[in-house]
């Protein structure tokens, strides 16, 4: 099937013909669903830190960057193209009214001159149009307005990523969800007197965030008296996919190369397994608020990280007490309950197991990554949520599932899908290395039965795209997982451009 051709375009992408081949077959067969025990909640699975523990939390990760010895980096996957965040405004441009006319459009105009790209907007349409953007609204010149803010000639925003756009506006200027996560750095990821920074983007714009870097940095350096050291990375062609046609075939170029797609967030446990790192903390580019709602987001990213460091603490003191082989009974009994109750893992046999076979089920639970994850209340936003699902060695943990990972024929899956009370907004604190030091090699970690196949298509033609299990998902689905409930003000995505005026972006 694959031709001498086809190999060399493979082995071109540092992907093996046994990897091809695996995807083609996943193509035919389709992915499992996972087996939920229940959706998790407060008191199963999820935690509510009162006033005090919260306390406790922030003093211990206070007190872990006082050391000074730690890398701590804060790792954003930025290369989401904003393309989507504009869809309307795209739809009014190639439309055939020339005024506002559907709730999203009036909003937009309505509302102009609160965006923070307002001025930027205003001179691009001076520059160009000769004009500035309320003499073009009332001559009914919408779609030059439009125009100037989507296309090349004015702010080309339908075709920059999301990280390089104004979001908020301040008296010193507007910044930019890049520069607000320079900040957020600073506040609560800074050790030693440095804050580390890793974005992950896409190639084609991988100079204008050095640039946008380049000109900030030493700003935000002189504001909060620390250095910044910012990377950044690509999502490596080894983790594209191959395309299949409806009939599971490799799906072929015109020129006849195969096509390959970008294989999902999940393709980011690469890059993620390349930092070098004691905490990561993960958040997405768009869910940046202005300084004034900041404290929030940063009480709340000490506590989840003061959890993660208490936790790694105990798991650890606990490895080193296996390795000496010297203990009792009792003590296995205590570190079972660690286990159970604190990283919230179960096997329900785990008593009747002889004590070498449980101290290598034991050692095999403590002895790896771990993630504490922020949840917030279910407010109907698309995406995964918290559950207790069953794992490949009958064991139950969390996990955070999407929609497409639960049997829609399964009537009380669905129920517990549709009445989970909480919501993943992709807020993680994860620790990377073990007991020893050493960094955990994270793909071996992956969940690789957790992949997911869409329907897409190309210059007309259907075929089926593969996506890698995600990053939060089944990439880290064998981690020690814990839930918090964090409060709604710390998620603030920014889905359409129309969100940048709710009242938490302004």
Not at 368 to 389: K, Q, S
């Amino acid at each position: 099937m694959l031709s001498q051709q086809d190999l060399n375009q493979i082995a071109g992408k540092g992907i093996t013909e046994a990897q091809v081949e695996t995807q083609l077959e996943e193509f035919k067969q389709g992915f499992p669903f996972l087996r939920i025990e229940a959706a998790a909640g407060i008191g199963q699975g999820i935690l509510a830190p009162d006033e005090n523990e919260r306390a406790k939390y922030i003093d211990a990760w206070n007190g872990y960057k006082a050391a000074g010895d730690k890398r701590i980096v804060k790792f954003v996957p930025a290369s989401g193209a904003a393309s989507r965040m504009f869809k309307d405004m795209f739809a009014f441009l190639n439309g055939d009214h020339d005024t506002p006319q559907t709730d999203f459009e009036k909003k937009f105009f309505d509302n102009i001159d609160k965006f923070a790209f307002y001025d930027e907007l205003n001179a691009a349409c001076l520059k160009n149009e000769g004009k500035d953007i309320p003499s073009l609204m009332a001559e009914g010149c919408h779609k030059a307005v439009a125009a100037n803010m989507l296309e090349a000639k004015g702010l080309n925003y339908g075709q920059l990523p999301k990280g390089l756009l104004l979001f908020h506006k301040y008296a010193e200027g507007p910044r930019t969800p890049l520069e607000e996560h320079l900040v957020e750095g600073a506040l609560y990821a800074a050790c030693g007197g440095c804050a580390h920074i890793h974005f992950t983007v896409s190639h084609e714009h991988l100079e204008l965030f050095k640039k946008k870097v380049d000109d900030k940095c030493a700003v935000y350096a002189g504001k909060y008296g620390i250095k910044y050291d910012v990377t950044f990375s690509e999502q490596k062609p080894s983790t594209d996919t191959i395309a299949a046609n409806p009939d599971n075939t490799p799906f072929r170029n015109d020129d006849g190369s195969l096509l390959f797609r970008p294989g999902g967030h999940g393709a980011l446990i690469q890059n993620l397994n390349d930092i070098e790192a004691d905490v990561v903390f993960i958040k997405n580019i768009d869910n940046v608020v202005p300084d004034r709602l900041k404290g929030d987001t940063v009480t709340y990213k000490q506590l989840l990280a003061g959890m993660l460091v208490t936790l790694q603490a105990k798991a650890f003191a606990y490895l080193r007490l296996l390795d000496t082989g010297d203990y009792t009974h009792e003590q296995l009994e205590e570190i079972i309950r660690f286990v159970q109750r604190d990283l919230c893992c179960r096997k329900a046999d785990v008593k009747q197991l002889e004590d070498a076979d449980l101290v290598v089920y034991l050692r095999s639970k403590l002895n790896r990554p771990m993630r504490v994850c922020g949840v917030v209340r279910n407010v109907g936003e698309p995406g995964g949520g918290p559950f207790l699902a069953y794992n490949q060695d009958g064991t139950v943990s969390l996990q955070i599932l999407e929609s497409s990972q639960i049997d829609k024929g399964n009537a009380e899956y669905m129920r517990m899908f549709a009445e989970g009370t909480h919501f993943n907004p992709v807020d993680l604190v994860c620790a990377t290395k073990d007991y020893k030091g050493r960094p955990f090699n994270l793909p071996d970690y992956v969940d690789k039965t957790t992949g997911f196949i869409s329907q897409k298509s190309k210059n007309g033609r259907e075929l089926k795209a593969l996506e890698l299990p995600g990053l939060w998902n089944g990439a880290m689905s064998d981690w020690n997982t814990v839930f918090v409930e964090v409060p709604l003000s710390t998620f603030n995505p920014v889905k359409t451009v129309n969100d940048l005026l709710r009242e938490q972006h302004q």
